[in-house]
Nanobody
Framework: DVQLVESGGGSVQTGGSLRLSCSGSGITLSTYSMGWFRQAPGKERELVSSIHSNGSAIYGNSMKDRFTISQDNGKRTVYLQMNSLKTDDAAVYYC?????????WGQGTQVTVS
């Protein structure tokens, strides 16, 4: 079975940084497109960033200059480095694996910015 486990969330002050990790089991990252999404209370889930198996990455609005996605295929882990955090970045962050349209989600990790 595929499992994705996020970690690294927490509480930070405005302007601070966090690094989220998503560890996958039952998958080979190099064959998946991996992504980070987030959902704040009362809002729809939105794309934060995704990275293709070829290493190319895309970012959501207002995130490209502050967030960086990366992956370590050997560790089966995807990272999201978040800098200059704003209160608007507060949300539950979810990891997603996409293998040809078959989607797997992690349970989410809470990020609080105050």
């Amino acid at each position: 079975d595929v499992q994705l486990v996020e970690s690294g969330g927490g509480s930070v002050q405005t302007g601070g940084s966090l690094r989220l990790s998503c560890s996958g089991s039952g998958i080979t990252l190099s064959t998946y497109s991996m992504g980070w999404f987030r959902q704040a209370p009362g809002k729809e889930r939105e794309l934060v960033s995704s990275i293709h198996s070829n290493g190319s990455a895309i970012y959501g609005n207002s995130m490209k200059d502050r967030f960086t996605i990366s992956q370590d295929n050997g560790k089966r882990t995807v990272y999201l480095q978040m800098n200059s955090l704003k209160t608007d970045d507060a949300a539950v962050y979810y990891c997603r694996a996409d293998c040809g349209g078959v989607l797997y989600w992690g349970q989410g990790t809470q990020v609080t910015v105050s």
